[in-house]
């Protein structure tokens, strides 16, 4: 069980929820070969659990519990304006994994669903072969596959990273990216790099991090996550999303960029993208009438057609602040904001 808690730091399951026809996919029989001491529960449908009313976010995230299931209905969705699509028309997310091991304050899955429990759909394959035929049809295409969950640092529970990077591999005009917090870049240092496959590490000012991103790795072990998975070959992506502005957060953020680049190899970074704290208007209603106090949430925001953003002026001045220092290191066309 070590080496599941050096993936993130987060106590053994104590309760697996289990579709009845999740049962016969392979993928469950190696997690619950995991797990041999978590209680075991069979239910007809994952939204049992998940869905339940009267269900406390915050509170699960002390003893969250394995929901095991088969995915059925859409797999693959447009990306929302709100997401940076990098210069890509045909940009799709897709969500093998539901909930986030970290928990972040900040996070917007909080308005998005009614419980912290993770959902794991064992039905790998069928996401990857709506992915082949969506980029038959696109020709070019771009699948985000870790922004509702960090698969990464799943990764020792259920290996969904290599098997996306092994998908993608050889297979032109398609572009997968994988999302993370985590340090657990050794859970697949034996997988062959594909060109194509982008890991993209979420970076935070340290204060922000340590406030705001509980149960995440520190920077350090991020940015030396990064360090190897360019020695392994991978293509990186930097993101600094959301940025979040604080009393000293010009002069952290400069620290943050001088310590990245003096550990990675800049010209190795693919890109960099930049984008302030955001959330839909809807997750942010769920949240605060659900009982929700994390403080982020209760800042003063302006309110746009669909989101809640920043002050014009703070976002402004933060993303001058981020594009500045990153163009000291990379190129204009290299970096991205909203």
């Known amino acids: 069980m070590s080496s599941l808690k050096s993936g993130f730091r987060f106590s053994p399951f104590s309760h697996l929820y289990i579709e ?5 996919y392979p993928i469950t029989r190696e997690i619950t070969s995991k797990f041999l001491n978590s209680n075991k529960v069979l239910i ?8 339940r009313p009267r269900q406390s976010f915050n509170l699960q995230k002390k003893a969250v519990k394995l929901i095991l299931a088969v995915k059925k209905g859409e797999f693959l969705f447009k990306a929302p304006e709100v997401c940076h699509d990098f210069g890509f028309s045909n940009f799709y997310y897709t969500s093998p994994i539901l909930n986030c091991p970290y928990n ?7 308005g998005m669903y009614p419980s912290s429990n993770l959902v794991i759909f064992v039905n790998i394959q069928d996401y990857l072969e709506e992915i082949e035929k969506l980029w038959a049809e696109k020709k070019n295409l771009y699948i985000a596959c870790s922004y509702e969950t960090d ?44 060109e194509n496959a982008v ?17 995440a790795p520190g920077i350090e072990k991020r940015v030396m996550a990064m360090k190897k998975a360019q020695e ?8 600094f999303d959301p940025l979040i502005y604080y009393k000293g957060f010009e ?4 620290k943050l960029i001088e310590y990245i680049f003096d550990n990675i190899d800049k010209s190795k970074v693919m890109d960099a993208g930049i984008g302030v704290f955001r959330i839909p208007k809807e997750y942010m209603k ?41 163009s000291k290191f990379l190129p204009q066309e290299k970096i991205f904001y909203l």
Do not use: H, Q
């Open 20 to 24: 009845e026809k999740a049962l016969e």
């Open 44 to 51: 007809g449908d994952y939204r049992e659990v998940f869905t």
């Open 104 to 110: 972040c304050s900040y996070c917007f899955l909080k």
């Open 151 to 194: 698969l990464l640092a799943m990764e020792r529970i259920v290996p969904y990273s290599r098997r996306f990077i092994d998908f993608c591999r050889g297979k032109k005009g398609l572009i997968i990216e994988v999302r993370t917090k985590s340090a657990n870049i050794d859970a697949i240092k034996d997988v062959l790099p594909a």
């Open 199 to 215: 890991l993209s590490w979420t970076i935070s000012t340290p204060f922000i991090a340590e406030t705001y991103e509980k149960n």
């Open 232 to 239: 392994l070959g991978f293509r990186v992506r930097l993101c």
């Open 251 to 254: 002069e952290e953020f400069y």
């Open 286 to 326: 769920n949240i605060r009438s659900c009982g929700i106090y994390d403080e982020i949430f209760y800042f003063y925001y302006e309110e746009g057609k669909k989101v809640f953003s920043v002050e014009k002026s703070i976002k402004e001045k933060m993303v001058n602040i981020a594009v500045r220092e990153l």
